[in-house]
């Protein structure tokens, strides 16, 4: 595709339920990045992945949260049994490769009820 | 760690007007990229400009342009002749370089207003 698509736009659950994001990176970009907006903590990282590996998930604020790639493309964020503040907004990015600039998708807005 | 500070969380130009928006930053890496990035209400995270710290010409783009002060972490965006399409988010963001997962690290962001 042209750039990075996110799916759900928007997503509303309850307390407790788990959720999967979705983000499909630019074709043939090697590098995929999760991050977090809300409006207190800003801009956060969450996890990278170079290929299907994740070699810097230290921005991931607790063992509810899991992502995976496979094939080298798509990725998923899991958050399980989901709290009020993981409302935010997740944006992905992909880049082609080192020191490339990094392509944001539009983002999921989740909101926890 | 890196930190960017944006001590700006809004501004407001009229249009075909001049604005700059600042950044600092706090790094002891010399080999880095900061990059602006643009938000408008659909969420979408557009780059705007991006520079590498081992140039020292200042990076331009159309009506963008930066001051860069590598002395001072210093990187502030200059925005020429305003648009109404140019109303955003403003965020800063530092990348260190080279190795690890080259993540961004970003500023809280600067609301611009574009008044007609």
């Known amino acids: 595709g042209a750039g990075v698509s996110q799916s759900p736009s928007n997503k509303v659950t309850e307390k407790g339920k788990d959720v999967e994001l979705r983000c499909d990176p630019i074709?043939?970009?090697?590098?995929l990045y999760w991050y977090r907006q809300s409006l207190g903590q800003g801009l956060e990282f969450l996890i990278y992945f170079q290929g299907n590996s994740a070699p810097d998930k230290s921005g991931l604020p607790s063992d509810r949260f899991s992502a995976e790639r496979t094939g080298g493309s798509v990725s998923t964020l899991t958050i399980q049994r989901t709290q009020q503040e993981d409302s935010a907004v997740y944006l992905c990015?992909?880049?082609?490769?080192?020191?490339?600039?990094?392509?944001f998708g539009p983002g999921t807005r989740l909101t926890v009820l | 760690a890196q930190t960017v500070t944006q001590s700006q969380p809004e501004m407001s130009v009229q249009e075909a007007e001049t604005v700059t928006l600042s950044c600092t930053y706090d790094?002891?890496?010399?080999?880095?990229?900061l990059f602006w990035y643009k938000q408008p209400p659909s969420r979408q995270m557009i780059l705007v400009i991006r520079?590498?710290?081992?140039?020292?010409q200042n990076a331009t783009e159309n009506r963008f342009s930066v001051n860069f002060q590598k002395a001072a972490k210093s990187f502030s965006l200059k925005i020429s002749d305003s648009q109404l399409g140019d109303a955003a988010m403003y965020f800063c963001a530092f990348l260190r370089v080279p190795g690890g997962s080259e993540k961004l690290v970003f500023g809280k962001g600067t609301k611009l207003t574009v008044n007609p």
């Open positions: 520079q590498e710290a081992y140039k020292q």
């Open positions: 074709s043939g970009h090697t590098a």
């Open positions: 990015a992909s880049r082609r490769g080192p020191r490339s600039t990094q392509y």
């Open positions: 790094t002891s890496e010399s080999d880095y990229y």
